[in-house]
């Protein structure tokens, strides 16, 4: 007997065992790469899924989420007692602050926002600005018309008459030149201007004249908004004091720490003469000439810091930029480039993200090299605040009462630079959905993110302290720092599908209620996800079963009805190794056929057979979303259950296995009947 001759002396019988044999290693192949992608589904969807948990500010008015909590009224930061309940309750992976900073490079140019009311406004939109609207000029005074009286004051204190007045003094000017400000601002020269000054005193009345030159550092709104419906006068764009200004000498200084106090029915000024700063001078020369001379060196001095404060831009340090919440809404995406990686995190690398809109403006893109200086934007000098009363802050940047959209704030000639000429490497770029969006998360688009530890100390954000505040007639206050632990400095990262475990466990302890969770739809596919794998499982399941039957009766059926062609050859002196071979390589060669047939057959099917074992009951979930910022779709899931999932070359791979497995089986079948007795083989 040879093999050929078996092999095809029963046709229909060899057929029916070669499609048995080839079903068998279709549902193995299916049947595995279904458990297999399956088995990773999970994992890959939830590392393409954020969920945090971020505060709520229930001190504001409305929710955060809503948009209705903007400013901070009470402080109630996170305290190290706070974070670490935070991080024993189940489901938190981590709690994240993200510190703000200040970072100035000659190649960054902001982005400019739009403008609303300044005066007396509930709405701060304007602030997202602010930083950039101070702006040097030389204006030439074209015509004074409205001198608008607000109250006198009784100012003996400073050597001035009993009642001394404050008054606004609305004038129309020209701008002879720009000296420094946002690019943005510059208004074409010769066009007209309202410029308003806020004057204290008699002796002041009559500085502002009509066709005199002058200097003038103050606030430039392009729009003319400025007091909505009660501006006066014509409407240009217009140069603001940023404060009361008193004559002292031949100049308008800004009054720094004014305050007030009534004695005996009398209003009594008071004022920090050490924080003031020149507003207007009159020019009889050039501006450079004035600029250089030495007596003026604070002029100066804030000619330079101008400059610097168009070049600054605040600097977000963090260590998870996935858990910011407007990253898991999809409200910011990442669109070229990549996010950090966990070794840049960690070892403080000089990269950074800028979104698209500044880098388009800065001229840099994925890949640019700049250098920059880092400085802190919380000093409470700078911010004025009031150290007396620890429930009030005022002055011309409050960093800790804004939940959103960070600024520098003020950047003058006292900012100090902690780091200078840092070399740092643009790895992405972001876009917002909405660049000048008000929420309590919202970003402004001239935000630059950067790994946490690449960040100097110090910076704004983190938990809650008590500073100890001494320079105040010689007494010590303490005032809480409230320090950033909400809004956009604040998330806590939580597992996937640990999100309602989480608001449960917070219900038993003191932060109940002040948090709200985000998945980005995770929770909504878990259920279809462990459906999915269930079925898979099964089908897995079914699939070995039917290997393991087909192959038992392979070898007891069409194996081991050949014991009397065995016996027959072994009777007429043919050898065990020859009687083995033939049974062994009849066998293996129709089953191996089989096999690879199926192998071949079930990667050709698997993309079929996993749009209606895997992806139907996925399509069925609701809002299927991830943080590259758009919703999952079939196609997406198949790429993604591809890419995951087993390989042309894997399944062909698996293919060989069986058949390795089957003709180890068949050997040792083979083996076992070749060396029986022939009178044996041809009794049975």
Known sequence: MDIKKRLFRKPITTAVWFLLVTVMALLFVVGFALYWSSGNLAGVLSAHHTTVAVRTDQSTTGTAIEGGAKWEIE??????????????????????????????????????????????????????????????????????????????????????????????????????????????????????????????????????????????????????????????????????????????????????????????????????????????AKLEGSAEDFLSDAKNRTWAEIAASYDTAQHSLPVMGTDCLESMYLFVTNEATVTQGRAFTQEEYDSGAKVCLLSESLAEKSGLQVGSRF????????????????????????????VDGKLNNPTVGYVGPDTEFVTEDEEFTVIGLYRLQDQWADESYSLTPNTVFIPKRAQIEGGFGGIEEMEQIVEHDGFTYERPNENGAHGVYLSVKLKNGGMSQFLEALEATDLRGTFLAEDQGYGAIQESINAVAQNAWQVFRIALLGWVLILVLYVLLYQGLQRKNLGAMRSQGSGVKAARRYLFGSG?????????????????????????????????????????????????????????????????????????????????????????????????
């Open 75 to 280: 402080p109630h930061g996170l305290s190290q007692e706070d974070v670490d309940l935070l991080e024993s309750l189940p489901g938190v992976e981590g709690v994240y602050f993200h510190t703000l900073t200040g970072g100035y490079s000659p190649d960054f140019t902001p982005v400019m926002g739009i403008k609303n009311t300044m005066w007396g406004a509930t709405d701060a939109q304007y602030m997202v600005n602010e930083s950039y609207d101070d702006v040097l000029a030389v204006v030439e005074v074209v015509d004074i018309y409205e001198t608008s009286v607000y109250t006198t004051y009784d100012m003996t204190a400073l050597g001035l008459s009993a009642e001394e007045p404050d008054q606004m003094i609305y004038a129309e000017a020209r701008i002879i030149e720009l000296l420094e400000g946002n690019p943005d601002y510059a208004a074409p020269k010769d066009d007209l201007i309202n410029l308003y000054v806020s004057i204290l005193g008699k002796a002041a009345e009559s500085y502002l004249q009509e066709g005199q030159r002058y200097l003038i550092q103050g606030v430039y709104d392009p729009e003319e908004r400025c007091g909505g419906e009660n501006v006066i006068g014509p409407s240009h764009p217009f140069i603001k004091s940023e404060g009361v200004t008193m004559l002292q000498g031949d100049q308008l200084w800004y009054i720094g720490g004014m305050t007030s106090a009534i004695d005996d029915f009398d209003t009594i000024v008071y004022i920090d003469t050490e924080d003031t700063s020149p507003c207007l």
């Open 371 to 398: 250098t920059m200086s880092q400085f802190l934007v919380h000093d409470f000098k700078n911010n004025n605040y009031d150290i007396t009363n620890a429930s009030t802050a005022s002055g011309h940047f409050n």
């Open 588 to 684: 293996f060669i129709l089953a191996v056929s089989g096999v690879v047939l199926g192998a071949v057959l079930g990667a050709v099917l698997l993309d079929v057979i996993q749009h209606k074992v895997l992806l139907a009951p996925l399509s069925e979930a609701a809002m299927i979303q991830h943080s590259g910022g758009q919703a999952l779709t079939p196609e997406d899931l198949t790429l993604m259950l591809q890419q995951n999932g087993l390989s042309v070359p894997q399944l062909l791979l698996m293919g060989l296995i069986q058949a390795g497995m089957i003709g180890l089986v068949l050997w040792i079948h083979a083996a076992l009947l070749a060396r029986q007795n022939p009178r044996k083989l041809l009794r049975l």
